[in-house]
């Protein structure tokens, strides 16, 4: 039984050595090492090209090694290979950590104070009580639910927005295209964290940016893809948002002269709000491919026909 990796060198070396220690029936391959392309049954990659794919016969399961899954052409994957995004703590962790950040930095008013800073204006703004900030998440998957569970010791009211209904302690769900409306209206805070798929693509528009309350403020830690760009710009320049925290872009790296880096109630930083723990994302590599082994499902398998 063998995995192949195809990731960076680091990552690699450090796989490498917790699968000889806790998984050593299992070989972890390089593609350099000239093994049987037959052999190979799993890939742990981040964007396989076609051609790797096509040369593994006997490929069973594409294992994605971050938290997305949108970077694959599913539809050129071969019907029988099954699609899993990675599932560790790093990910939630460092999540959390960017969430609450910016969800902190937009309630008290740092985007503000940034713009009255460059100008030299000394002009406090009345603090609004935490339990009046209203924060809503859009996406309740797995990332979604670890910002939600977070954010209580603040006081903030919760709610929650996804494709089928949830029940999540101390936060209002909603679900569905029907409740979107009256999902937004509620949002002073707006995360983004749904998967990119042809449904949600360009779902952050004027539509429905415009229908949260005046001088809410929006931060985007799901894809580039979500957000029509222009329509942001526009409703920062409307003054209808307040400001905004844009961890991804489309594309990414954002072009140099790109309006977004310099409008001065725009954050960007460049897809760091979770990032991929090596020693976790290999150990849970492994407790996966016991499940498999098991004939268990597997924590993060994707239902190819919805793209999450």
């Given at each position: ?11 690699g070396r ?9 998984a050593?029936?299992?070989a972890f ?13 799993y ?23 971050g938290?997305g899954i949108?970077q ?23 999540m959390?950590?960017?969430?609450t ?9 740092l985007?503000d ?31 979604g ?5 977070a ?5 903030f009211?919760?709610?929650?927005w ?19 409306p009256?999902?937004?209206?509620a ?14 693509r360009g779902i ?6 415009s ?7 929006l ?14 710009l ?7 948002l ?5 961890d ?5 790296p ?6 977004f ?8 930083t460049p ?27 597997l924590?993060?398998?994707v ?6």
């Open positions: 039984m063998t995995l192949l990796y195809t990731s960076d060198p680091t990552r450090i796989w490498r050595e917790i699968f000889g220690e806790e050593s029936d299992i391959v390089d593609p350099a090492d000239g093994h049987d392309p037959a052999a190979i049954r890939l742990a990659a981040w964007a396989p090209s076609a051609d790797l794919i096509a040369s593994l016969p006997n490929l069973e399961i594409l294992f994605s090694i938290a949108d694959f052409d599913l539809s050129a994957l071969p019907p029988h290979v099954r699609v899993v995004r990675m599932i560790e703590p790093g990910i939630a962790a460092g959390v950590e960017y969430a950040m910016a969800t902190l930095a937009l309630h008290r008013n985007i104070y940034r713009v009255a800073q460059q100008e030299a204006r000394w002009s406090p703004i009345k603090l609004t009580p935490a339990g009046e900030r209203r924060i809503g998440v859009m996406g309740l998957g797995n990332l639910q670890a910002v939600l569970q954010l209580p010791p603040f006081g009211a919760l709610s929650g996804s494709r089928t209904l949830r029940a999540i302690e101390g936060v209002t769900c909603h679900a569905g295209e029907a409740a979107l009256d999902f937004l209206a949002c002073d805070i707006l995360i983004c964290l749904l998967p990119l798929t042809e449904e949600t952050l528009c004027r539509k429905t940016l229908r949260l309350p005046r001088g809410a403020g931060i985007n830690v799901g894809r580039g893809g979500h957000l029509v760009e222009h329509d942001l526009s409703l920062l320049d409307e003054e209808h307040s400001g905004a925290f844009l991804v872009t489309d594309p990414e954002l072009p140099a002269d790109h309006p880096w310099t409008h001065p109630r725009i954050v960007i897809h760091i709000a979770s990032m991929t723990r090596a020693d976790s994302a290999a150990r849970a590599l492994i407790a996966n491919i016991r499940r498999h082994q098991a004939g268990a499902p924590d993060g398998e239902a190819r026909n919805r793209g999450y």
